[in-house]
């Protein structure tokens, strides 16, 4: 079919979770390069680097930590941008295929945990970074311009979210450039400060080296894998006939180059007396013509981070709530995260609530991506997309409805993996009962991965699942029986793998 025009930036996005229609597919990889980059390359990313040196590491191996973290998280990354071109839906809707679509509300849970923390992250840090700017310059506001700050950012995120999926790309298109320029920029700001033989406090947040290096490894693998559940978002307007290794290729880079925030913030955070004060921090000792250049990266950082992490889980929201649309689902969602902006910021630790949220996007996350990539291997990248909207619709029956909705072969396997990685944790806020088996080491991860690995295909030959859910060319590694689809269901059209 012919591809459409995309549409204009200032016209309200009328899409939501329903299948793309195949000439919207107007994007290319690189737009996906740009959106994943752009989402990242923000000061929520940068403050994510500086927590290696606040757990008292070294520059030496916070670096090494990070390098780990970033190309560890992104392997785990690249392979959730394939299901979206094919099913022409967001990731949360498209895991219904093998969670079941009643069951794929487990995905739609993980993006809410996620966003709600990361558009948290970028308010906050954004804000805090506006204030500590505004000091600098002379401008003293206290509380109330903090306050103010959270609103100015969040009303921003808000009204880029509302217009959708062309507006978003269109910041992004100005934050990959822009927040890049800035960050160099600091080169000259804080080069001369800075000592890249930075031995950290030796006061390890966790007690030891090892343990305290895989801490840090575990949350700055937070960053790539919480785009797991969005990159359906954006890869839906890429053409299924696009090639597998350019899809791969584009989250995979984006995440390499997150390395320039993540580098930014791990310099900093050396130079700043307290990196649990960070953003305070460095305002002070930031020269003064390197304020507004500051002001203008949480500027667009902000807008960045917060609008990739709202608009994924307000257009899935709206599909758990059917009397919502998109632009009612991304304001209920993100007033719920501004409210814990505002709580996290005058009542509690948020650094310590960021580490917490962080670690259980990795341990929640990683499971539920690594079935899915299981899933689309086994079925060849086959999938009935009308049969995904089953539960979106309020109709019941198709392909992917197995027993009530849920497909109980991959709904044990995440509560098994999710349980094995939460009770190997070992985090400061999060220590499962054999979080020490390992002398402290945080073995979580592996353990998560690894059950999920061996539970999903085990959980196959067990209990094969119908031939109708593979398509033609049948599955591939994996049995399947003999079984119609639920006669309920209309025919519909499949997306495969060129």
Known sequence: MPQSQPAPVTEVESHGVAPIPVPDQTSRPFDLFRLTFGGANTFATIILGTLPIAYGLGFTAALAATLVGVVLGALILSPMALFGPRTRTNNAVSSGAHFGVVGRSLGSLLSLLTAVTFFSISVWVSGDAIVGAAARLGLHGGDTLRAAAY??????????????????????????????????????????SFDPSFAG??????????????????????NPVSFGGFLGDWSRYIPATTSTRRMLAAPFLAQVCTLLPFGFGLATATLVADPNQYVSGLSELSPLWYALPLLLVALVGGLSTGTTALYGTGLDFSSLVPRLNRVQGTVVVGSLALALVFVGTFLFDFVETINAFAILIVLLTSPWMVIL?????????????????????????????FRSGVNWRAMAAWLLAASAGLLFANTPLLVGPLGNLAAGIDLSLPAALVTAAVAYPAALFLSPEPRSVFGPEGPRLVPAREEAADPTSPEAPAAQVR
């Open 151 to 192: 609103g100015v950012i969040a009303v921003a995120v808000f009204v880029v979210c509302v217009y959708g999926y062309q507006f978003m790309l269109l910041i992004n298109k100005v934050a990959v450039v822009a927040g890049s320029a800035l960050m160099l920029l600091g080169v000259f700001a804080y080069g001369g």
């Open 201 to 222: 406090s030796g006061d390890y947040l966790l007690g030891g080296f090892w343990p305290t290096w895989v801490l840090a490894v575990l949350t700055i693998m937070a």
């Open 373 to 401: 990539m299981l899933g689309y291997l086994f079925r060849r990248g086959f999938y009935l997309v009308e049969d995904l909207q089953v539960f979106n619709e309020g109709r019941r029956g198709g392909a992917y409805w």
